[in-house]
């Protein structure tokens, strides 16, 4: 070991191939770096092997990524998750940080990138089946492990008019394990020739939540309450699914059963999204 080389350091290391191993500093002696790593055991690296090391959080983990997402807080960071700022679809009031991002898209032909412009603000665009638009979140801490946020989505539509959609909500809970309640407002007009209402009017209530069940999966679930059914021929709109990360494709895969209740009957269909972090 070298001469006062402190063992008590918890370092990450970035090597040449562009992963990034983290631990518990065991020896450095100028030719070989020792680590005690929380996920890999004690790990022996050659020192011509690493091009940077830096102190981390007791516990962080490594990354197989060789992409700057594989190496940026969101995935070192145990206490941050790869995507926090929304469920399936809707928003928490978790933020992104300054300059963070990611894209998303589903098989519902809805997508959208969104981008940290301050830590608690962020913005964005979207497109879907009503038409494109802006999207915009701003959040900030209520108390210890609870936020809320207020912002809104604008689209013009496809075929003429226009959709919003405000809202505010609370999470409680910290990025891999919370609960979100809101409230929005559904609104606007549409030149449909199917239906001589063009207006849009549908306040609704939405309760979700996220519980991390391994290092790399999160069970959500994500469900409405609309006083208007406008887009879904139903009143109650439920949820149940996983998110699951994939560290060499870099990448969020949701797969979900949505449910729409009925009166008499529950009829279920299947919900898939992808998310990039950026």
Same mark, same amino acid.
């Given at each position: 070991?070298?001469?006062? $080389?402190?063992?008590?350091?918890?370092?990450?290391?970035?090597?040449?191939?562009?992963?990034?191993?983290?631990?518990?500093?065991? *020896?450095?002696?100028?030719? /070989?770096?020792?680590?005690?790593?929380?996920?890999?055991?004690?790990?022996?690296?050659?020192?011509?092997?690493?091009?940077?090391?830096?102190?981390?959080?007791?516990?962080?983990?490594?990354? *197989?990524? %060789?992409?700057?997402?594989? +190496?940026?807080?969101?995935?070192?960071?145990?206490?941050?998750?790869? $995507?926090?700022?929304?469920?399936?679809?809707?928003?928490?009031?978790?933020?992104?940080?300054?300059?963070?991002?990611?894209?998303?898209?589903?098989?519902?032909? !809805?997508?959208?990138?969104?981008?940290? +412009?301050? &830590?608690?603000?962020?913005?964005?665009? %979207?497109?879907?089946?009503?038409? *494109?638009?802006?999207?915009?979140? *701003?959040?900030?801490?209520?108390?210890?492990?609870?936020?809320?946020?207020?912002? +809104?989505?604008?689209?013009?539509?496809?075929?003429?008019?226009?959709?919003?959609?405000?809202?505010?909500?609370?999470?409680?809970?910290? /990025?891999?394990?919370?609960?979100?309640?809101?409230?929005?407002?559904?609104?606007?007009?549409?030149?449909?020739?199917? %239906?001589?209402?063009?207006?849009?009017?549908?306040? =609704?209530?939405?309760?979700?939540?996220?519980? $991390?069940? %391994?290092?790399?999966?999160?069970? +959500?679930? /994500?469900?409405?309450?609309?006083?208007?059914?406008?887009?879904?021929?139903?009143?109650?709109?439920?949820?149940?699914? !996983?998110?699951?990360?994939?560290?060499?494709? /870099?990448?969020?895969?949701?797969?979900?059963? =949505?449910?729409?209740?009925?009166?008499?009957?529950?009829?279920?269909?299947?919900?898939?999204?992808?998310?990039? &972090?950026?």
């Amino acid at each position: 070991m070298a001469q006062g $080389q402190d063992t008590s350091r918890f370092v990450c290391l970035t090597l040449q191939s562009g992963m990034v191993r983290c631990g518990q500093l065991v *020896a450095d002696d100028g030719r /070989e770096v020792t680590l005690q790593t929380p996920d890999m055991g004690k790990l022996v690296l050659p020192k011509v092997q690493v091009v940077r090391m830096v102190d981390a959080v007791a516990g962080t983990k490594g990354s *197989a990524g %060789s992409s700057a997402i594989g +190496m940026s807080d969101r995935m070192l960071n145990p206490d941050r998750s790869p $995507q926090a700022t929304r469920y399936f679809f809707a928003p928490s009031a978790h933020s992104l940080k300054k300059g963070e991002g990611y894209a998303s898209v589903n098989i519902l032909g !809805l997508g959208n990138i969104s981008y940290g +412009m301050t &830590p608690n603000l962020i913005g964005g665009l %979207s497109v879907s089946f009503l038409g *494109a638009g802006i999207t915009a979140k *701003a959040s900030t801490e209520l108390t210890d492990g609870i936020r809320g946020s207020a912002g +809104m989505l604008y689209q013009l539509s496809w075929e003429g008019g226009q959709v919003f959609f405000p809202f505010a909500n609370v999470t409680f809970g910290d /990025e891999n394990n919370h609960f979100t309640v809101a409230g929005g407002y559904l609104g606007g007009d549409l030149q449909r020739t199917s %239906s001589p209402d063009d207006r849009v009017d549908s306040p =609704m209530f939405n309760l979700s939540g996220c519980v $991390q069940i %391994s290092d790399n999966a999160w069970l +959500m679930t /994500e469900n409405y309450v609309f006083a208007n059914p406008e887009f879904f021929p139903v009143h109650v709109v439920g949820s149940f699914g !996983l998110r699951l990360w994939r560290p060499i494709r /870099e990448r969020l895969f949701e797969p979900a059963i =949505m449910f729409l209740v009925e009166d008499q009957a529950t009829r279920p269909f299947p919900w898939l999204s992808w998310t990039w &972090p950026l």
